[in-house]
């Protein structure tokens, strides 16, 4: 089901909800830090006495971080571990973790975070980038403009037919609509749980839009 909404409701009160694990995926400057960074305040006013780190190249968590990872830091993830109330930001995570397969900091840190109650944000460019166990944890997909194909979601995502609809839609929106500006970015959520698609920000109708190529 596809509906125009909002996802200010993912982001539940410390009192009823589980931890989360969301990946962002687009392609450069289609706004993925900057919705991430709105996700993170809502998450920090939410439970003003949680704590925020960020692996932050961009530094669009500069203001509200509470400390930062960096790729030197190569027990990053058994660092987090230590943490306890928590939201885990790691933006561009392939400076800071190369490889496919999970390190042994980061299978503790999966295998941890709700006990410790710890909340993941892993931001990537492509599906390909996608760290093999992280895919199978992620809760929802937030999918904003890529330029891959079919089979890029498909090597890497479980039910990556959800994340391949979410990026047809938002690609067409984004080829008439144009990318947005801050702070309102066209994007698809993909609820795994709930086998559903939200998009957001994408108010204008598509239904009667044909790109050039499409049939009649």
């Not at 939410?46 to 990872?69: E, K, M, T, Y």
């Not at 410790?116 to 944890?137: C, E, Q, S, T």
């Given at each position: ?8 409701k993912?982001?539940?009160k410390?009192?009823?909800r ?6 962002f995926i687009g ?5 993925k830090s900057?919705?991430a960074?709105?996700?993170a ?6 439970r003003?006495n ?5 692996h932050?190249?961009?530094?669009r ?8 990872l960096?790729p030197?830091?190569?027990?990053w ?12 930001i ?9 490889s496919?397969?999970a390190?042994k900091g980061?299978m503790?840190?999966?295998y941890h975070?709700a006990?410790y109650?710890?909340?993941?944000i ?8 996608v760290?093999?166990?992280l895919a ?5 997909y937030?999918?904003?403009?890529t330029?891959?194909q ?5 090597k ?11 990026s047809?839609?938002v ?13 309102k970015?066209?994007?698809?959520m ?8 939200i ?6 109708d ?11």
């Amino acid at each position: 089901m596809n509906t125009i909404g909002t996802t200010k409701k993912v982001v539940k009160k410390s009192e009823d909800r589980t931890n989360f694990l969301f990946c962002f995926i687009g392609t450069n400057r289609t706004g993925k830090s900057a919705t991430a960074q709105s996700l993170a305040m809502d998450w920090k006013s939410s439970r003003p006495n949680g704590i925020i780190v960020a692996h932050d190249p961009q530094r669009r968590f500069v203001d509200i971080a509470d400390g930062f990872l960096t790729p030197d830091d190569e027990d990053w993830a058994e660092r987090c571990c230590t943490l306890r109330n928590a939201l885990v930001i790691l933006d561009d995570i392939r400076l800071i973790h190369e490889s496919d397969r999970a390190s042994k900091g980061l299978m503790k840190l999966l295998y941890h975070r709700a006990d410790y109650n710890i909340d993941i944000i892993y931001i990537v460019h492509n599906p390909g980038l996608v760290i093999n166990a992280l895919a199978h944890f992620t809760s929802n997909y937030f999918i904003f403009m890529t330029n891959i194909q079919e089979g890029a979601f498909k090597k890497k995502i479980p039910n990556y037919s959800l994340c391949m609809a979410a990026s047809e839609k938002v690609n067409k929106y984004v080829s008439i609509f144009g990318r947005g500006k801050y702070p309102k970015f066209p994007y698809v959520m993909v609820d795994i749980e709930k086998q559903r698609l939200i998009a957001v920000n994408m108010e204008r109708d598509l239904t009667k839009v044909k790109l050039k190529g499409e049939e009649e």
